[in-house]
């Protein structure tokens, strides 16, 4: 059973470029969510999805930052334009039916994003 | 208060000690807690998860809930080195995670 893919692995671009992140979720997982990493703030829920409608928002830094589900195997997070302090590792995870069950979030291997 | 905290170490006990892991969390409706070890440039890989008061052994881990406190831990029986990583404690079904605590086992 394949687990959450995402990509690209690494990215590296340039200030004031748009960067899109993007994510597989494990089929038949209603959840998806996705985190940011830094050493300064941890790991922090940017936003999640159930059934491909977002729920939860709150945690979007600014409107630079924007997601999508357009279908339940695929999501996209983009950043426009992009900012040296968005560098971060950009995690997505998936879970099946409920947010309680017992077998919870399943991570990808993440983005590292650098922003020069 | 951050919603989720724990002491960012680092914590170093020597090989074959029991490593014990802390967490407080501020929501008091929290129903799940969950433990995530991540090893440096990897993902977080769930350990434990609780929900009920008590304690919870799954091999050499016993996560322990004290919903009255807020408080929830993780104990490590006969830490081996392969345990050093960072240990995120996360709370709620969406997971608001703490900032994590790096341990380091020394043969």
């Known amino acids: 059973d394949a687990g959450v893919i995402q990509s690209p692995r690494h990215e590296v671009t340039e200030m004031g470029q748009e960067v899109t992140l993007r994510c597989k979720p494990i089929s038949g997982h209603d959840y998806l969510f996705w985190y940011r990493q830094t050493m300064m703030r941890g790991l922090e829920l940017l936003i999640y999805?159930?059934?491909?409608?977002?729920?939860?928002d709150s945690g979007m830094p600014e409107d630079r930052f924007s997601a999508k589900m357009p279908n339940a195997s695929f999501s996209t997070l983009k950043i426009q334009p992009s900012e040296p302090r968005d560098s971060a590792v950009y995690f997505c995870a998936s879970s099946p039916h409920s947010l309680y069950s017992n077998q919870p979030q399943h991570f990808g291997d993440g983005t590292r994003l650098s922003i020069l | 208060q951050k919603e989720v905290e724990q002491n960012s170490g680092p914590l170093s006990v020597p090989e074959g000690a029991i490593a014990s892991l802390n967490c407080t969390y501020s929501d008091r409706g929290s129903q799940s807690f969950f433990w995530y070890r991540q090893y440096s440039g990897k993902s977080p890989e769930l350990i434990m998860f609780i929900y009920s008061n008590g304690d919870k052994e799954d091999g050499r881990f016993t996560a322990q809930l004290n919903k009255a406190s807020q408080y929830v831990s993780l104990l490590i029986r006969d830490s081996q080195p392969s345990d050093s990583a960072t240990y995120l404690c996360a709370v709620g079904g969406k997971l608001i995670f703490g900032q994590g605590t790096e341990l380091s086992v020394k043969p």
């Open positions: 999805f159930n059934n491909n409608v977002p729920i939860d």
